[in-house]
């Protein structure tokens, strides 16, 4: 028989769970679903207690169907950022602290100012947002101090399910390098961070490699679970980074735009423009031979469709979206959707900015507003991947992935407004499907890792743009990309 790997992905919403074996077969996958706390505007939360127990639920459910004593090999990914912090008997002291909470947003620009002259500031100072575990420790210290003086170790997002299962505390050069407390050229936590937050040293998690072994199942969960003490689990790496392994693009160099909650564009490069929009991931396998993979978001994206379809519609559904037609005579439309309904991160640094359509008129109707929501996301897309510095245009296609890259009306749309061919890439893709991967490759050892992960999942779909269509929304972006300054103009009543 062979060698099977579990992947365990903690996600904003759910823990998805998948079963692989060593040739990169999914033998079984389960998702458990969870729900996060809302206790104020603004605030995201959830107790982490609550990822432990959806991870035991599924791993019972996958482990009931095989042969336990297969299992070689376990990879944790999730939500990159959020920020768990536990006290001396290592227990957290209060709910985790969510990607997508906003509670700091007042905080950020004072926090800017401040750090912009420390040690590698410049770029600190640019990418520190809401939902930053360097944000939001500074908020637990300036909001609850009683809390904050109780911390004795921090951890980040998928950090807990690994510490968890195996009592060792750490975390990977992925969610150190995006958490703006680490010094990506000096591979090394900031210094000047920790004294400006007041944390001691030893508060923070040791870094590993992704593919290296945190530790073994503890004899407790071993027992829990019925499996072996034997198991190594692997530290592991965010959600993004575990999708880029999943679709081969950490490894081929093309540039992946993952259509979920979140709109994600991520492409690796050999060295990170610093004048470029987005945060850059440092990925290690091992610890000792890094890559960078640059990684831009539209926060609000997928969310955004099912605000339209579900809470303004109420009775829509996503088949409503592929019953549009004529795209290229919609595209001449003169309606336009500003998407950005949640804030927005990496095009502006602002979390008070919001949506807009501009341009109704009495014959608007259902289906033009569909299309302009559609639209107005992939615009905003288009102006990441620019302000990012992606060679998108140079490389002549942008592979597509997660649920929005099912529907072939969202797919035309994209490949209209990049003017590009889109590529939907079909088999066994995300972020647990990747992990769970790295966990066999972990097994196999650092020299077969690289080789392994030189490979592409099965093309799906292409679209081509549509000459009439891209020539209609090339007129509309630039219309699109003076949107900003005019609702900022309504908000404040001066320049953007």
Request: with cysteine; hydrophobic share 40%.
């Amino acid at each position: 028989m062979k060698q099977l790997f579990l992947g365990i992905d903690a996600g904003t919403s759910a823990m998805k769970i998948v079963l692989t074996d060593e040739e990169r077969k999914v033998h079984a996958q389960v998702t458990e679903e969870y729900c996060n706390q809302k206790p104020m505007s603004g605030f995201n939360e959830i107790d982490p207690e609550l990822w432990v127990e959806s991870m035991e639920r599924g791993l019972r459910k996958i482990l009931s169907s095989f042969d336990r004593s297969l299992i070689k090999g376990i990879g944790i990914t999730g939500q990159m950022h959020t920020l768990i912090v536990l006290d001396e008997k290592g227990d957290p002291i209060r709910p985790a602290i969510m990607w997508n909470d906003t509670r700091a947003r007042e905080l950020i620009p004072c926090l800017r100012k401040r750090i912009a002259s420390f040690q590698e500031g410049e770029y600190l100072s640019k990418t520190i947002s809401t939902g930053s575990p360097a944000a939001n420790l500074y908020w637990l210290k300036e909001n609850e101090p009683e809390n904050f003086r109780k911390i004795r170790k921090f951890l980040i997002g998928p950090d807990y399910l690994c510490y968890r299962l195996t009592g060792a505390a750490g975390t990977d050069y992925c969610e150190a390098s995006t958490s703006c407390l680490y010094e990506i050229i000096g591979k090394r936590w900031s210094v000047q961070m920790q004294e400006f937050l007041g944390l001691e040293e030893q508060v923070y998690p040791r870094i590993r490699g992704s593919a290296v072994s945190a530790g073994n199942l503890m004899d407790s969960m071993a027992a829990r679970l019925g499996l072996s003490g034997e198991i190594p689990v692997y530290t592991g790496t965010g959600d993004n980074p575990a999708t880029a392994l999943s679709t081969g693009c950490l490894m081929k160099g093309y540039p992946v735009v993952s259509l979920g909650t979140s709109g994600v564009l991520m492409m690796p490069v050999q060295t990170p423009d610093p004048n470029a929009r987005g945060k850059v991931i440092l990925f290690s396998f091992d610890g000792n031979q890094f890559q960078y993979l640059v990684q831009g978001t539209v926060q609000s994206n997928g969310s955004t469709v099912d605000w339209w379809l579900k809470d303004i519609l109420e009775n829509g559904n996503y088949q409503e979206l592929d019953r549009l037609s004529r795209l290229d005579k919609r595209a001449a439309g003169q309606v336009l959707f500003y998407p950005h309904l949640m804030g927005e991160k990496t095009l502006y640094g602002d979390p008070d900015i919001r949506g807009a359509f501009v341009g109704l008129g009495i014959d608007t109707d259902r289906d033009t507003l569909l299309y302009a929501v559609i639209e107005g996301l992939c615009f905003s897309l288009r102006e990441l991947a620019e302000k990012m510095k992606l060679p998108i245009a140079a490389y002549g296609k942008l592979k597509a992935v997660g649920g929005g890259s099912r529907s072939p009306v969202w797919m035309q749309i994209l490949a209209n407004v990049m003017n590009i061919r889109v590529e939907r890439m079909d088999g066994n893709i995300g972020p647990a499907y990747g992990i769970a991967l790295l966990a066999a490759c972990g097994a196999k050892g650092m020299e077969k890792m690289k080789e392994d992960f030189c490979f592409a999942p099965l093309e799906g779909n292409y679209y081509e743009p549509d000459p009439a269509g891209a020539a209609a929304c090339e007129e509309k972006y630039r219309k699109f990309l003076r949107l900003r300054r005019g609702l900022k103009y309504i908000e404040t009543g001066g320049e953007a």
